[in-house]
């Protein structure tokens, strides 16, 4: 048998790229079913037989390539623990962004909302566990998607109604204040989608036609339709479509547009006010 500290050790030698240590404690936890604190209040616990075996079952996929929150079924987002799976993309760090820039500049006041490509239901969660006032929706054309976005309301107890289908197209005549997405931004040339975790998300949730840009001009476009006059529009984005993205808000007669770097430090997500002159 071995302590806590040696099987965490053994496994980082084993990984790697910058989270070794924090994917090989995540594994634990979901063996031993205790928070990570409990690695550095018991570092010299000694794991019985089983849970050896089982964590190195769960090791060997994560060495195999595959992303760690779909090897424990679920990813912490915001405040909540969402159940992820291969439908959906698996909620980033950097979307906590564009939930922070959403509660520091909307009125703190009775809004509808609508996060549209919802996905996981990630950003629709995030913003009604933190504004129970806004009636927040969502929306994506995956029908194994919106019934995993439905599964995570119902399991962290938040009212979010889930729409299938495509964009905005699935509110019908209905009208919002704001809508926000974190649509597909990736070209399909993009070497990037070889590597890491996103080998095995889902292509339609990360690949746009016309260099990343077309489902964000789709999004825009019809948000135009559907947003009511002084409504607002954020978008989640490529590090390096924030000028084409801002550029697209002017066109369209948004204004106040404004470009929010992530924790990296890259552009990440770009906002507009529906001019209110129209």
């Not at 954020?234 to 924790?263: C, K, P, W």
């Not at 990440?268 to 129209?278: A, D, I």
Request: proline residues 5%.
């Amino acid at each position: 048998m071995a302590s806590i500290e040696q099987v965490i050790a053994a496994a980082v030698s084993q990984l790697d790229g910058d989270t070794a240590r924090l994917d090989a404690e995540l594994l634990l936890t979901g063996v031993l079913g205790v928070e990570r604190s409990y690695f550095y209040t018991w570092p010299d616990r000694q794991l019985d037989q089983r849970q050896q075996h089982d964590f190195e079952t769960l090791l060997a996929r994560r060495l195999h390539g595959e992303p760690v929150a779909h090897i424990l079924g679920q990813r912490g987002f915001w405040t909540l623990q969402l159940a992820v799976d291969a439908s959906t993309l698996i909620p980033r760090p950097d979307t906590e962004v564009l939930v922070e820039t959403m509660l520091e500049m909307l009125p703190n006041e009775p809004l509808d909302i609508v996060d549209v490509g919802t996905g996981s239901g990630a950003i629709a969660l995030a913003l009604k566990s933190e504004r129970p006032e806004w009636s927040v929706m969502a929306a994506d054309v995956s029908l194994p998607a919106c019934e995993l976005a439905k599964r995570n309301a119902f399991e962290n107890k938040l009212d979010v109604p889930v729409f299938c289908g495509d964009w905005l197209q699935a509110l019908g005549d209905a009208t919002m204040d704001v809508v926000v997405s974190n649509p597909p931004y990736i070209a399909p040339n993009d070497p990037h989608l070889q590597q890491g975790d996103l080998r095995f998300e889902p292509m339609s949730a990360l690949v746009a036609e016309r260099q990343g840009l077309a489902d964000l001009e789709r999004i825009a476009n019809q948000s135009n339709r559907v947003l009511r006059t002084g409504g607002w529009l954020f978008m989640e984005h490529g590090f390096d479509q924030h000028q084409a993205v801002q550029n697209l808000l002017h066109t369209l007669g948004y204004h106040r547009i404004q470009s929010v770097r992530d924790y990296g430090g890259n552009w990440r997500l770009t906002y507009g006010v529906k001019n209110r002159y129209e």
